[in-house]
């Protein structure tokens, strides 16, 4: 965390007209970022830029660090972080595919970086459009994934991304995932802290066998065969998997200083709902209104959300769908020759439990594709028809929103 | 004739302590679980905190940690050998400064000789050594370096072609 005395404030309104990319940046700096090194990409430019005005502005003590490409941006993120820093980043699509290597190598030397992705399909077709192929492409690469619906949740989930990841029994990167456009371009009403308030929820960064400790050598990065590799990923994806307990605590104390409460797994509606969609991202504010215009026509439908992406809330997400009767998982990548990645692990969490409901995968909103209010209703109604039939129609995977033939997969006739 | 030179049972004894295993540890890293490892598989050079004399204390007398890269033997990544004849050496010290990887071993400017735990072949100190035959030559990893002393090339004359 930077001290400088000659630091200008920056006096916030209680109430700010932010898009999600100025969340970040201002979140960002009131995080107190030792060093970002950054390669800006579409969505996530403004991300980058904010920072870098406030930076040239005297309102952050910090070193911006502008390279050649994302791998060497996420590169010069690990090296600081591992030589005692406070780092983040931000990117989307085509620069997280091209840091992507980086990725596994920050989790694995368990530099705790925070990247600001902003959600966006990656090419080809050339696509600067919001979808979620980018957070799918980092879902094994052992970060913490975190998402948000607006620009006031991206502002609150980039905060808590520190928090979480410098935790001493976490010491995990960090992502906080946001739509790309939806979000990051879309100016709404955000709530931020006061700058004292977030110094003292974030606190110092904490050094782990940091680099710049001369009294105590370390290599960092090293090479392990067979005799240890297994080990240090052991210990690695333990430290992800328990990385809920503290994620909850962050959450909590969280919730006390900003009034808006967070959970592993968000859930709208479903207490007594029939049929459940369970989606990502911007189009879970979208499904509330389709949610709450079919429940005026009488159909029980609710809406959960994985707040937390990675480490996938396994438990929690079972546990809300045990009373329901479909569950329609709408994914917004292309699965790839499988099933959606939403699909595969809510089906994962349901598998050994009592519950059996009907479960489906909609691939939809690629590329930026616009999914309203209608769309959703019409996937709640065919889900509808899917109940009272007691059976799929057709094949567990299907593709909407897209123009031209029916698209089914998935037939199952066992 | 050149002057004949030999190492003393002194300076061998330091070059047969440096690359032995180190108990410093109080459990070798070989015994622990995933759980008590260091996250990040990082690897501490030295045991304990280290002082600002450590460069000037030699490696036998440093307090080496046990992941430290002195004991891991790379000998095997080396096909050809660089083998020493010692009294042909004047102890110039070019080997040593020019060795990318400290496997030229000496002591008080004199050399004392290789580190095949850790020397990978590269002939620079072969390379860089001004004497008349070579004090220093590879050979093939095969030969020993007895056969190798007595294989030795003879000293080049102006204008022979090396």
């Known amino acids: 965390m930077n001290h400088s005395k000659n630091k200008k404030i920056l006096e916030l309104n209680k109430v700010e007209i932010w898009d999600g990319n100025t969340s970040n940046a201002q979140a960002l700096r009131q995080a107190g970022v030792d060093v970002m090194s950054a390669y800006p990409i579409t969505p996530s430019t403004a991300t980058v830029e904010g920072y870098a005005k406030l930076h040239a502005d005297g309102y952050i003590d910090g070193e911006i660090m502008i390279v050649e490409s994302e791998h060497a941006a996420m590169s010069g993120c690990v090296g600081a972080s591992a030589a005692g820093a406070r780092t983040a980043t931000a990117t989307a699509s085509q620069g997280l595919a091209l840091m992507i290597e980086v990725l596994y190598q920050a989790a694995g030397m368990r530099t705790p970086v925070v990247l600001c992705l902003v959600n966006r ?12 192929s980018d957070m799918y492409l980092t879902s094994q ?3 913490i994934s975190l998402g948000s619906c607006n620009p006031e949740e991206a502002y609150d989930m980039t905060l808590c991304a520190f928090k979480i990841g410098e935790h001493k029994d976490v010491r995990l990167p960090v992502i906080s995932n946001q739509d790309g456009f939806m979000s990051s371009h879309t100016a709404q009403n955000v709530r931020p802290l006061s700058d004292e308030v977030v ?22 990065g090293v090479q392990t065969e067979s005799d240890w590799h297994m080990e240090h990923k052991a210990k690695q994806n333990d430290a992800m998997m328990n990385s809920p307990k503290v994620i909850k605590e962050v959450f909590a104390e969280y919730e006390k200083l900003s009034g808006r409460k967070y959970n592993l797994v968000e859930e709208y509606k479903i207490d007594d709902a029939d049929i459940v969609i369970a989606c990502m991202g911007t189009t879970y504010e979208t499904a ?7 429940r005026i026509q009488g159909t029980k439908v609710g809406l959960i959300l994985p707040r937390v992406f990675r480490p996938f809330p396994l438990d929690e997400m079972a546990a809300k769908l045990q009373n329901c009767k479909a569950v329609v998982c709408l994914d917004r990548s292309s699965p790839g020759g499988h099933t959606g990645l939403l699909f595969n692990d809510i089906s994962a969490a349901l598998i050994n439990t009592d519950a059996r409901p009907l479960m489906s995968d909609v691939i939809y909103g690629l590329g930026g594709r616009d999914i309203t209010v209608a769309d959703i209703c019409d ?22 929103t897209v123009r031209g033939p029916e698209l089914k997969y998935y037939g199952t006739g066992v | 004739m050149a002057k004949i030179k030999t190492i003393t049972q002194e300076q061998a004894d330091i070059a047969n302590s440096l690359y032995k295993d180190k108990e410093h540890f109080e459990k070798s890293i070989w015994d622990m679980g995933w759980d008590e490892l260091v996250p990040s598989a990082a690897c501490f050079s030295f045991d304990g905190k280290v002082d600002n004399h450590v460069a000037q204390t030699q490696p036998e007398n440093r307090n080496y940690a046990e992941t430290n890269s002195i004991n891991k033997y790379v000998g095997d990544w080396r096909v050809v050998k660089p ?4 009294d042909l050496c004047i102890d110039c010290q070019n080997c040593w400064l020019y060795c990318p990887d400290t496997s030229i071993i000496s002591r008080d400017k004199m050399m004392v000789g290789v580190d095949y735990d850790h020397c990978k072949g590269c002939g620079i100190c072969s390379e860089v050594c001004p004497t008349n035959p070579k004090s220093l030559v590879m050979f093939n990893e095969q030969i020993s370096n007895e056969v190798a002393l007595t294989q030795w090339p003879v000293k080049t004359k102006k204008g022979d072609k090396v």
């Open chain 1, 141 to 143: 690469s052992g970060w």
């Open chain 2, 83 to 86: 083998v020493w004849k010692v």
């Open chain 1, 199 to 220: 110094a003292d929820f974030i606190g110092e960064f904490v050094e782990v066998n940091s680099l710049l400790n001369f009294d105590h050598p370390v290599t960092h």
């Open chain 1, 121 to 132: 399909a990656l090419a080809a077709p050339l696509n600067v459009n919001g979808d979620h």
């Open chain 1, 379 to 400: 996937i709640y109604r065919d889900a509808n028809d899917e109940v009272k039939a007691g059976k799929l129609n057709g094949g567990i995977l299907r593709w909407a």
């Open chain 1, 288 to 294: 509330q209104i389709a949610v709450d215009k079919l």
